[in-house]
């Protein structure tokens, strides 16, 4: 068992809730394309830009996330004498932890954030072919 001092519980908990902010903007910006969606406007310039913000929540998510991982496990561990973990020992230098779930929020923020950004160009092209015409 791990004696974890109360501040640093409280730093570990804050750590872990920080991906927390960006998932919720992600879901209230794929929230707003469904709903403009269903009430048959698809290529518009708000939903352009839902889908170009939502993209980028899910990328703040993944970094947050990421970030968190790589500060919290070594900062657990060091509260522990024992700890056997590789990443404390000093002869070795410092890894990184990165989770298959974290890369693939990142793939997928990125194809999002690039979705919405290919048909705000669309929208941008749309608008010169009709002052031309």
Not at 5 to 27: K, N, Y
Not at 62 to 90: C, E, G, Q, R, T
Request: hydrophobic residues 55%.
């Amino acid at each position: 068992m791990i004696e974890i001092p109360r501040s640093s519980q409280i730093f570990i908990a804050i750590l872990d809730m920080l991906p927390l902010v960006p998932s919720l903007c992600a879901l209230y910006f794929g929230a707003r394309v469904m709903a403009d969606f269903r009430s048959g406007r698809y290529f518009t310039v708000t939903v352009t830009r839902s889908m170009s913000r939502g993209g980028l929540s899910v990328i703040a998510l993944a970094v947050l996330k990421l970030l968190s991982l790589n500060l919290m496990i070594p900062y657990v561990f060091s509260h522990d004498p024992m700890a056997d973990m590789p990443i404390l020992m000093a002869e070795t230098p410092i890894k990184f932890i990165i989770d298959p779930t974290i890369a693939g929020f990142l793939l997928a923020g990125v194809m999002i954030w690039i979705i919405g950004w290919v048909l705000t160009q669309a929208l941008v092209l749309k608008a010169e072919n009709e002052s031309i015409v």
